[in-house]
């Protein structure tokens, strides 16, 4: 897998349970994510070159996911259960599975979105909870 490949997918990879430590201001809707990681995808190789939009991407994701996660937690905590229900062992999605979803939700509803509730949404899909 080439340098590239691994710095797109660094940047959009969604761990379930980051510990990341510190969530990221949310300054990115949805379908400006969505375009941005699209646009930074097409670049293959040259993608390297680009630190910061993948910071950035990066940071998106990490404070989303902290966000959701958190929410999660607390309900849980509160004694009923969150958006979704992972499952025990830690899961990952690719980049090419976490586009997907992202650019599954209609890009009407994706330029309304926080990347809180496009993850949200994503994660209802993908973990939905049972009983």
Same mark, same amino acid.
């Given at each position: 897998?080439?340098?590239?490949?691994?710095? &797109?997918?660094?940047?959009? =990879? &969604?761990? %379930?349970?980051?510990?990341?430590?510190?969530?990221?201001?949310? $300054?990115?809707?949805?379908?400006?994510? *969505? $375009? +941005?990681? =699209?646009?930074?995808?097409?670049?293959?190789?040259?993608? %390297?070159? $680009?630190?910061?939009?993948?910071?950035?991407?990066?940071?998106?994701?990490?404070?989303?996911?902290?966000? &959701?996660?958190?929410?999660?937690?607390?309900?849980?905590?509160?004694?009923?259960?969150?958006? *979704?229900?992972?499952?025990?062992? +830690?899961?990952?999605?690719?980049?090419?599975? *976490?586009?997907?979803?992202?650019?599954? =939700?209609? $890009?009407?509803?994706?330029?309304?979105?926080?990347? &809180?509730?496009?993850?949200?949404?994503?994660?209802?899909?993908?973990?939905?909870?049972?009983?």
């Amino acid at each position: 897998m080439s340098v590239s490949r691994h710095l &797109v997918l660094a940047a959009c =990879i &969604v761990t %379930i349970g980051i510990d990341s430590s510190a969530a990221s201001a949310q $300054q990115m809707n949805a379908d400006l994510f *969505y $375009q +941005r990681a =699209i646009k930074l995808k097409k670049k293959g190789p040259l993608a %390297i070159f $680009q630190r910061k939009e993948i910071k950035a991407l990066i940071a998106e994701v990490e404070g989303a996911g902290k966000i &959701v996660k958190e929410r999660r937690l607390a309900a849980e905590k509160a004694g009923g259960h969150g958006a *979704y229900c992972p499952p025990k062992e +830690r899961d990952r999605m690719t980049s090419d599975e *976490y586009l997907q979803r992202i650019g599954a =939700i209609p $890009q009407t509803d994706r330029k309304r979105m926080t990347m &809180v509730e496009a993850v949200t949404r994503m994660l209802e899909r993908k973990y939905p909870c049972r009983g």
